[in-house]
């Protein structure tokens, strides 16, 4: 619905003057007494034309334009918000369901006389006949949140919610306020049915091969006391360890810890299973998967000193922390050297004054070495052994040095919260002189003498090429250690700072040229696994446009082949609906005529969220209802609903807006006025006169 009105931006008074200006054109032109070549109607008809086109023109000079107000009116919405997930499937058949399907439809058709309805799922709006009741988690707050974004500023009458008020992510739905009422339908059934439920697993998903693991296993039970329950762990088809429980009358949750062996190397799956019951509810939630990744061995790590030390404690309890590694210690008169290949060397004061057994193997053992300087550290020969700095040294004199962060510092990252811990940390002993660097290397920590931050480093990494070589210009960050203890009774910066200078050290570079790899190697079901591809040429430069086989191979053998091709714009491949289980992959490509693969492990996990709790959880609902302004219903109370929302008065939202529209900027107008000036000029003309 539209109403006009006009206005002026001058008095309308002015109209008068446009009137007297156009009769008074119009006069000197046609009065009545002239002599003219035509007869007194077409005089008239000339006379009506020059007065209006003149009353026009004048008329617009006084700026007139047109009110306009806009009304439209939008009808009230509901949303009928049905609760698609799997949980629903376990507790009612498929006439349960049917019936579930019709009550929407019904719903829907009921409120469409009065209202607009849009049917929708816990992720989308959907028909009807699509609700299928298969979807693996939900998020009831997500649901309402996405309403009340969609609908922002609209004319939501509310939204009713069938659910049995189970959700398992996101937060209560009752946390919120909506702006709309909520209208709940209880589905589901409160009394908690008599079952089996291995709820959780709990392991460490890296053991060593040869080592023992644990794998926890949560079992809750409802109605079954007085019986017993066996849980059982199997490999490939074969129960490897199995335990009777005896399920009591008031207890519910059972742990049970099994001890296995990792015996071979790569993911392994284990299948953690209750057996069934004859009157169990359902046996969905009877069974678990554990995915362990079993790896050959840790990265070896050698400190060799010439003396003990409290450094070597505190770095070897930093590294320790990290199960990856295995830390061994040489120590000549106290440990022996077992001659093999080392990840990274730890030489604390080496070389020194002391001669060290068979020292030339000790260093051909790892490409990666780690100096730490001290008072006993020959500089000499520390400034031939090492390829990064030489110190030229002034007598036997020291510093005490306190470190500082190097803010440009890019190898790896060091926390904001870290580097403020490590301010507060006390000084080490450095040798007092000149520091020259060799060639190209990080600084990681600076010097800072009393007061003054000097740009001499303490802490310097160089990872370029295969070796690898940091030095540490100070002994006494054993103190280091325990001040940040004393302050906040953590290692926290300490560790992070030794373990991340180890890793960087020790780990080797990949220069393969092909290389694919899944994004995450642990995914769920509803996921999918995504795949980064990087393609280099010979100088080691990344390049696109190759394409790629890809085959994944099941534990049950089957084979999925697929073909892609890397772009710029799009370097990964993702993939969709896989089943449970680990799964290999090769990949190949050919680049410059020779033909490069690459290949691994990933683990596609089932997600059972929907049936670690059946109990319908009505009392959510009758608050989320209470809170919202809506009410709460039973499934079988749904015709109450109707009759109450049928009752409710649901008013159209009406939107007005105005525009003001210049009289001036109407294009018909000037043709109007052409119209007219042809009219005149073509009447006069026709009648023998200009």
């Not at 008239?44 to 009110?67: D, E």
């Not at 079901?525 to 795949?531: A, P, Q």
């Not at 005529?593 to 596609?604: N, Q």
């Not at 059972?608 to 009392?619: D, G, R």
Request: with cysteine; net charge negative; hydrophobic share 35%.
């Amino acid at each position: 619905m539209q109403d006009f009105e006009f206005l002026f931006s001058l008095s309308p008074w002015f109209i008068l003057l446009c009137l007297l200006a156009g009769l008074a054109y119009a006069w000197l032109l046609y009065k009545p007494a002239g002599k003219t070549p035509w007869s007194g109607t077409i005089n008239n008809i000339l006379f009506a034309i020059r007065f209006t086109l003149v009353f026009t023109l004048a008329l617009l000079l006084l700026g007139p334009y047109v009110k306009q107000l806009k009304r439209t009116f939008e009808e009230p919405v509901f949303v009928l918000a049905v609760d698609n997930s799997s949980s629903l499937s376990e507790i009612y058949d498929e006439e349960g369901l049917l019936q579930i399907r019709r009550e929407v439809e019904q719903l829907k058709e009921s409120l469409g006389e009065k209202t607009q309805v849009q049917v929708r799922s816990l992720s989308r709006e959907l028909p009807v006949d699509s609700l299928n009741f298969t979807e693996k988690s939900t998020n009831l707050s997500q649901l309402l949140a996405d309403v009340r974004n969609e609908y922002e500023n609209r004319n939501l009458a509310g939204v009713i919610l069938l659910s049995d008020g189970i959700y398992n992510r996101g937060t209560s739905p009752t946390y919120s306020p909506y702006g709309f009422p909520v209208y709940t339908v209880g589905l589901g059934d409160t009394i908690p049915q008599q079952d089996l439920n291995l709820k959780n697993l709990y392991y460490n998903k890296v053991a060593y091969q040869g080592n023992k693991f644990r794998i926890m296993a949560e079992l809750e039970q409802t109605g079954f006391a007085g019986e017993t329950a066996i849980v059982s762990v199997t490999r490939n088809g074969k129960t490897i360890n199995s335990k009777r429980i005896a399920l009591q009358e008031n207890k519910s949750l059972y742990e049970e810890e099994f001890i296995l062996e990792a015996e071979e190397e790569g993911l392994q799956h284990y299948v953690v299973s209750v057996g069934e019951k004859e009157k169990e509810f359902t046996l969905n939630n009877n069974s678990k998967h554990a995915y362990i990744e079993v790896i050959e061995g840790r990265q070896k790590i050698l400190i060799v000193a010439a003396t003990p030390h409290p450094d070597i404690k505190a770095i070897r309890s930093a590294i320790e922390k990290n199960r990856n590694y295995e830390v061994s210690l040489y120590i000549p008169g106290i440990n022996t050297f077992e001659p093999e290949k080392y990840d990274l060397l730890i030489l604390h004061q080496i070389p020194s004054g002391r001669q060290i057994p068979d020292f030339q193997n000790v260093l051909k053992s790892s490409n990666a070495h780690w100096y730490i300087v001290g008072r006993q550290t020959d500089i000499p020969r520390f400034n031939e052994q090492n390829p990064l700095l030489t110190i030229s040294r002034r007598g036997e004199e020291t510093d005490q040095v306190f470190p500082v962060f190097n803010s440009a510092f890019s190898l790896f990252t060091y926390e904001a919260e870290h580097i403020s811990q490590l301010r507060k940390y006390p000084p080490v002993k450095v040798p007092f002189g000149t520091i020259n660097l060799k060639g190209e290397a990080s600084i990681l920590l600076y010097q800072k003498v009393g007061n003054i931050e000097t740009q001499r480093p303490l802490l310097v990494l160089q990872s370029q090429g295969e070796k690898k070589t940091a030095v540490m210009l100070g002994e006494g960050m054993w103190q280091w250690r325990l001040q940040e203890w004393a302050q906040a009774e953590q290692f926290t910066a300490f560790d992070d700072l030794v373990l991340k200078t180890v890793q960087l050290l020790s780990t080797k570079e990949d220069k393969r040229k092909f290389r694919v790899y899944p994004v995450s190697r642990e995914v769920y079901d509803t996921e999918g696994v995504t795949f980064e591809t990087e393609v280099y040429n010979q100088l080691y430069e990344r390049i696109w446009g190759h394409k790629v086989n890809l085959t994944l191979t099941s534990e049950a053998g089957e084979q999925r082949n697929y073909s892609y091709v890397n772009t710029q714009s799009n370097p990964r491949f993702s993939i969709s609906q896989l089943p449970q289980g680990i799964y290999k992959y090769t990949a190949g490509t050919v680049v410059e005529g020779e033909t490069l693969t690459s290949g691994g492990e990933f683990t596609v996990n089932e997600l059972q969220l929907e049936s670690l709790s059946l109990t319908a959880n009505f009392n959510l609902l009758r608050s989320l209802a209470e809170k919202s302004g809506g009410a709460f219903y039973q499934l079988n109370q749904i015709n109450q609903l109707r009759e109450d929302l049928q009752q409710r008065e649901m008013k159209s939202t009406v939107y007005a807006e105005e525009d003001f529209l210049p009289v001036i900027n109407l294009e018909w107008l000037f043709f109007v006025f052409l119209l007219l000036i042809s009219s005149e000029w073509f009447i006069r003309k026709y009648n023998g006169s200009y």
